[in-house]
C-alpha cells in the first residue's frame, strides 16, 4: 500500500452522538420526515448508464448483438461522442480496438482496484448505510465501501485518492453526494469503454427513491439497451412492487470533457443474499469460455 | 462441527428469545449498548499475550530491543497447543522466513482476511453499530465484516472467506461468534501461519477501556510486536492527547482440527489523529521483508 495516498481530512468524530445514530441509522425512526430511508439491499441488472434522451450524454457501445443491444464482450465507446476531448476521445478508440481483438484491456475492474464514482455504480449491488453525520456506502463486488461525510465541506488540500473526498447533504428527498480529489493512475476510467479522466474529475451524484413502476420501467429501458448479462448473477427482486432508487449524476472534468454531462443509473429491491466477491480470487477472463489459466505447480511448497 | 454448530444456535436461540422478551427499547438504550463510533488505531500488528491462559502462537525471531521480528516470521513449532499437522504446517513456513522470503498469506495474496487473521494483520477499523447487525470496516484492502445481531447461525453453513458472524451485546462488550470461515488457498489464523480447519470457531469480545488501560496495552502491544506504523504521516499516528476510552478486542480461538485447546489473545486501539487512509492491496509492489519494491515488469512503450 502506498501509505502517503490517503486524504487529510478530519472527520467529525466528535459530533457522533450514538442514540441519535442508532435513531438515524434503523430505519424505524426517521424523526426528520425529510430525510429519505435508502436502507435495504439494492440490484440492478446492467452495468451501463442510462443514455441521454437529449444533451451531453454517456458514451455509447458501438459494437451491438444481433439483437440490437450492447454486446458486452465487445465494448466499443463511441469515441465520436462530441462530449470527448481529443485525447480522451483516442483513448476510448484504443480500447475498443483492443476489445474488438477480443482482448481485455487493463479495468478498474479487472486489475482489482477501487472503482471511483461514477463508475462505481456499475456494480449489481448495494447498500447504503445512514447515519446522523455520515453515509456509507457498501458494494457487492470486492467488498468496497465508500463514505460521504455529511453537512461539511471538502478540505482545502486534498489528497488524490481512489474514491476521492465526498461530501454529502440531504436536499428534500434527495441525498446530493459531491466528490473530489479522485486520483488519476494509468488505467483511470469512468466507465466500462476506458473513457479517462483527469484530476479535475468532479461527480455530483443525486440519490433518491422513484415509485416501483418508475422504476421498473428505467430497469427495463436499460436492459433494452444493453442486455440482461449472462455471465452475472442477477440479483433484482422482479416481484418487488415498491420504491426504487435512482442516481442521476453530473460529470465535470474540464481536462477530459468539451462539456459537463449527465445520466442515470437506477437500482430495485435486490432478491438475493449478500455474498462475498473477492476480485482476487477471480479467474475468469469473461469473454465465453475464456477462464485465465493460472500458474500451477504440481508439488506443493509445504 | 454440526453439533458444535447446533449447541450456538439453541444457545442463539436462547439468547434471541430472552433479547426478544425485554422491552425493545430497554433493550437498545445506549446505556446497554456502548458507543463504539469513529476511527480506531494501534501502530503494531499481532496479537498482545494475554494476562494468563494460553497466548498466540511466538515468533522465534526478534529484533535486538526483544519485539518479535515481523520481517521474519518464524511461528514456535514446538508450542504444545499445535497439533502435529498444524506443528509441520508452522515449521515449514518459518523456513520461508529464515531465508528472507514472504510465505503467501492473505495480506500479500490480496485475498480476505478470516477471523482472527484480519485483526492481527491490519490497524485501523471502524464499527457501524447498527439496530440489526455491526459492519466492522478494516482499512487493509477496504475489508468489511458483517454481523448480524441476536441471531443464529443457519444450520446449513456455505463457507466462506469471513465465514458466518453472530453477536450481541453482554455486559457493555459486543461479543462475536464466527464459524463457517473457509480454508482458502492460504487458511491462516496469524502471521505465523497456523493454519486452520472447518472446524475454527473464534469468540471475540470488543469493550471499551479507559485511555490508561488503553495505552498500557497498546504498549505492551509494541513492545512485543514491535512499531510498524505511525511514524510517517500513515494516517495511523495516535493522538495522544485527546484520548478518552480505547476499545480492546479479545480474541478465543478455538480449532479442534489443529489445535490442541484454545488460546486467546487482545488487540488495543486508541483514537488515531486523522481519517485513515486508502490501502488498496493490488497496488502496492512493496517487499516488507526485502525493503524495497518489486521489480514491475515496465513496457518502454505503451502499448495504446
Known amino acids: 500500500m502506498n501509505r502517503n495516498d490517503h486524504v487529510k481530512t478530519r472527520f467529525p468524530i466528535a459530533g457522533l452522538i450514538f442514540t441519535a445514530m442508532i435513531a438515524a441509522v434503523g430505519g424505524s425512526a426517521q424523526a426528520a420526515p425529510s430525510i429519505p430511508d435508502f436502507s435495504g439491499l439494492w440490484a440492478r441488472t446492467t452495468f451501463g448508464y442510462d443514455l441521454a434522451a437529449s444533451g451531453p450524454g454517456p458514451l455509447r457501445n458501438l459494437a451491438r448483438r444481433s439483437n440490437g443491444t450492447s454486446d458486452a464482450f465487445k465494448l466499443v465507446g463511441d469515441y465520436h461522442n462530441p462530449i470527448l476531448k481529443p485525447g480522451a476521445a483516442e483513448v476510448v478508440r484504443q480500447h475498443g480496438e483492443v476489445s474488438l481483438a477480443s482482448r481485455s484491456y487493463p479495468d478498474l475492474s479487472n486489475e482489482c482496484r477501487p472503482l471511483p464514482p461514477p463508475y462505481v455504480l456499475r456494480i449489481a449491488q448495494m447498500q447504503m448505510l445512514q447515519e446522523k453525520d455520515r453515509v456509507t456506502i457498501l458494494y457487492i463486488q470486492d467488498h468496497q465501501f465508500r463514505q460521504v461525510r455529511l453537512n461539511t465541506s471538502h478540505p482545502a488540500h486534498v489528497t488524490p485518492s481512489w474514491q476521492g473526498d465526498s461530501v454529502g447533504h440531504y436536499d428534500g428527498d434527495t441525498l446530493v453526494i459531491d466528490t473530489i480529489g479522485i486520483k488519476t493512475r494509468p488505467g483511470s476510467m469512468i466507465d466500462m469503454y476506458g473513457t479517462p479522466h483527469s484530476a479535475a474529475l468532479h461527480v455530483v451524484e443525486r440519490y433518491r427513491l422513484i415509485d416501483g413502476e418508475a422504476a421498473k420501467e428505467a430497469v427495463e429501458r436499460s436492459e433494452r439497451e444493453y442486455g440482461r448479462p449472462t455471465t452475472e448473477p442477477v440479483y433484482v427482486d422482479f416481484d418487488y412492487k415498491g420504491k426504487g432508487l435512482q442516481v442521476r449524476f453530473t460529470v465535470h472534468d474540464e481536462g477530459t470533457f468539451t462539456t459537463p454531462w449527465s445520466s442515470a443509473v437506477t437500482y430495485r429491491r435486490s432478491g438475493s443474499e449478500w455474498g462475498e466477491i473477492a476480485c482476487a480470487e477471480n479467474t475468469s477472463a469473461y469473454y465465453p469460455g475464456a477462464t485465465t489459466t493460472v500458474p500451477h505447480a504440481d508439488k506443493p511448497d509445504f | ?186 487458511p491462516m489464523t496469524d502471521m505465523m501461519g497456523t493454519p486452520f480447519s472447518k472446524q475454527l470457531h473464534v469468540v471475540e469480545r470488543f469493550a471499551l477501556v479507559d485511555a490508561a488501560t488503553a495505552k498500557k496495552f497498546a504498549e505492551r502491544g509494541e513492545a512485543e510486536n514491535g512499531v510498524v506504523a505511525g511514524l510517517n504521516g500513515d494516517g495511523v499516528e495516535i493522538d495522544t492527547e485527546h484520548q478518552d476510552k480505547g476499545l480492546q478486542l479479545t480474541v478465543t480461538v478455538e480449532d479442534p482440527g489443529m489445535l490442541n485447546g484454545s488460546w486467546s489473545g487482545t488487540v488495543t486501539y486508541r483514537r488515531p489523529l486523522l481519517d485513515w487512509a486508502e490501502s488498496v492491496c493490488a497496488e502496492n509492489p512493496r517487499e516488507y521483508y526485502a525493503g524495497r519494491d518489486t521489480a514491475i515488469p515496465h513496457a518502454d512503450k505503451p502499448d495504446f
Open chain 2, 1 to 186: 462441527m454440526a453439533r458444535a454448530i447446533l449447541r450456538r444456535s439453541v444457545c442463539g436461540v436462547i439468547a434471541g428469545v430472552v433479547w426478544m422478551t425485554l422491552p425493545a427499547k430497554a433493550a437498545q438504550t445506549a446505556a446497554a449498548i456502548p458507543d463504539f463510533s469513529g476511527f480506531w488505531a494501534r501502530t503494531s500488528l499481532g496479537f498482545e499475550n494475554p494476562a494468563t491462559g494460553h497466548g498466540p502462537l511466538a515468533n522465534l525471531n526478534h529484533r535486538a530491543n526483544g519485539a518479535s521480528n515481523l520481517s521474519l516470521l518464524a511461528g514456535d513449532d514446538k508450542d504444545p497447543i499445535l497439533k502435529p499437522q498444524a506443528a509441520e504446517v508452522v515449521r515449514r513456513l518459518a523456513e520461508w522466513g529464515r531465508r528472507d522470503e514472504a510465505f503467501p498469506q492473505p495480506s500479500n495474496q490480496c485475498l480476505p482476511y478470516p477471523p482472527p487473521y484480519i485483526a492481527s494483520n491490519n490497524q485501523e477499523i471502524q464499527l457501524i453499530q447498527l439496530k440489526d447487525r455491526v459492519l466492522i470496516l478494516n482499512m487493509f484492502d477496504h475489508q468489511i465484516r458483517y454481523v448480524r445481531l441476536n441471531a443464529q447461525h443457519p444450520a446449513k453453513l456455505t463457507p466462506s472467506w469471513y465465514g458466518d458472524s453472530i453477536g450481541h451485546y453482554e455486559a457493555g462488550a459486543l461479543v462475536i461468534d464466527t464459524v463457517g470461515i473457509k480454508p482458502g488457498p492460504f
